[in-house]
């Protein structure tokens, strides 16, 4: 079945450092690529998407490509704030369906240091 | 902007008992969900709801589940007889069903289920 796999954390980096999270996935269709975030004490927030391949989406500085060739979806940030400290988590979901789940991948605790 | 509420925020019950989560979706939308992430392990899919009915579950959601509409506001998860491992934080989804499977799934804060 459809899967989601990310790099596992935690991540720890200093204020205005470059921050990758590796995320590959597996899916027999044409999946939506999604980051959602979960900050502590909240509940899951979209942070970005993509539905096709080559599609770049962004928000609040970060970005991710939809790398159908590579079947990836790197969550990438130029310069990460103490504020961006929270779980990440890559999902995708079946691009047909209106009425598809969301498969998530294990999440990525980011943890930023001022 | 409109958003995705639930209550309670957290809820301790003993083992065999029902508990009723409530969710209240965003009021245009056609697609309701739950998840549950037990600590520390990834978030699952439950069930999906449309048009007063069932569109897809997981293995997860056995015969101790249930999922209701009762009016048009509120989106109901019940657990029947409540086991230890369904301690987890449960989160309700809306989206608003436009064709194509682009939809964006809007979630709730989530209701922290503790089962003693």
């Known amino acids: 079945g459809d899967s989601v796999t990310q790099m596992e954390g935690p991540v720890t980096l200093s204020e205005e450092a470059f921050l990758t999270i590796n995320c590959t996935y597996t899916?027999?269709?044409?999946?939506?690529l999604f980051w959602y975030v979960q900050y502590p004490g909240e509940g899951l927030q979209l942070l970005l998407k993509a539905t096709k391949a080559d599609d770049k989406g962004s928000n609040k500085g970060f970005e991710a490509t939809y790398r159908k060739e590579t079947t990836s979806f790197h969550l990438e940030k130029g310069s990460v704030q103490v504020s961006d400290s929270a779980v990440y988590f890559c999902a995708l979901s079946d691009l047909y369906s209106s009425a598809s789940k969301i498969i998530f991948g294990s999440g990525t605790r980011l943890s930023i240091r001022p | 902007e409109p958003e995705v509420t639930q209550t309670p925020s957290h809820q301790v019950t003993q083992m065999g008992q029902e508990v009723i989560l409530r969710c209240v979706p965003i009021?245009?939308?056609?697609?309701f969900y739950w998840y549950r992430q037990i600590l520390g392990q990834k978030v699952e899919f439950l069930v999906s709801f449309y048009n007063n009915e069932i569109s897809e579950k997981s293995e997860i959601f056995d015969d101790q589940f249930s999922v209701e509409r009762p009016d048009g506001s509120n989106f109901t998860l019940k657990i029947r007889s409540t086991k230890l491992e369904d301690s987890a934080m449960y989160f309700c989804?809306?989206?608003?069903?436009?064709?194509?499977?682009?939809?964006?799934?809007?979630f709730g804060p989530g209701t922290r289920l503790t089962v003693l």
């Open positions: 009021s245009n939308h056609l697609y």
């Open positions: 899916a027999t269709g044409y999946p939506s």
């Open positions: 989804a809306s989206s608003p069903g436009r064709l194509g499977g682009t939809d964006t799934q809007y």
